[in-house]
């Protein structure tokens, strides 16, 4: 059993280059997750998913976007990459909203220089 | 807004003692807590869950309790090994909204 599947596990972007964030998840959770992790911080979360269809921002969206075409599955895109971005970027899944447990993936680790 | 900190952020002990961990939250009001392990390069694992109707959860070595009107839980590990060295992190959530988290504690247990 996979449960989540990120990729890529880390990358390097340039100032104002673009790339989308892999999520996959083989639980067939509704609810899913893109949080940010950077060092001594707690998790912030950047967007999240009720169902296919069905997207909304979190804490911190500036600069992101998602979209969520199946329940497996829920990428992260990021325009024009800003050394700002420079993070680890977790996606999570839960079958409920907040009574659930949530299940990470092992995280990319993304550079902007 | 809820907010919630863990102190201390490092912590260092031998083998086979007793530690607990703390974790704080701003608002009283949550549906319930949840706690993580998270291991170098690593995502995070769910290790217990408190609803806020329960006062405590165990699984295995490990206890949280949950206290709503001091805004406290803790994660009890009881006869520590080397391989619960890990980073600790808790996270909080209210009906309606999403988990807010902790910035973690960093554990390293000592042979």
């Known amino acids: 059993n996979a449960g989540v599947t990120q990729t890529p596990k880390f990358r390097i972007l340039k100032i104002g280059q673009s790339m989308t964030l892999q999520c996959t998840q083989d639980?067939?959770?509704?609810?899913m997750y893109w949080y940010r992790q950077d060092p001594g911080m707690g998790l912030k979360l950047i967007y999240y998913?009720?169902?296919?269809?069905?997207?909304d921002k979190g804490e911190v969206p500036n600069g992101y976007n998602v979209s969520r075409s199946t329940t497996e599955d829920f990428p992260l895109r990021l325009e024009l990459a800003a050394p700002s971005q420079t993070s680890v970027y977790f996606c999570?899944?839960?079958?409920?909203?907040?009574?659930?447990?949530?299940?990470f993936g092992n995280g990319t680790r993304l550079t902007v220089t | 807004k809820q907010e919630v900190t863990q102190i201390p952020a490092a912590l260092s002990v031998p083998e086979g003692e007793n530690l607990v961990l703390n974790c704080s939250f701003t608002?009283?009001?949550?549906?319930?807590l949840q706690w993580f392990r998270q291991d170098p390069g690593k995502g995070l694992t769910s290790l217990l869950l408190?609803?806020?109707?329960?006062r405590e959860q165990t699984s295995g070595r490990l206890n949280a309790s949950l206290d709503k009107s001091s805004g406290r839980s803790t994660l009890y590990i009881a006869a520590s090994q080397p391989g619960d060295s890990a980073t600790y992190l808790c996270?909080?959530?209210?009906?309606?909204?999403?988990?807010?988290f902790g910035p973690g504690t960093r554990l390293s247990v000592l042979p």
């Open positions: 996270a909080a959530y209210n009906y309606g909204q999403n988990f807010v």
């Open positions: 408190i609803q806020s109707s329960q």
């Open positions: 998913s009720v169902g296919a269809g069905i997207t």
């Open positions: 639980m067939n959770h509704n609810y």
């Open positions: 999570a899944s839960s079958p409920g909203q907040g009574n659930s447990p949530l299940h």
């Open positions: 608002d009283s009001a949550i549906y319930n």
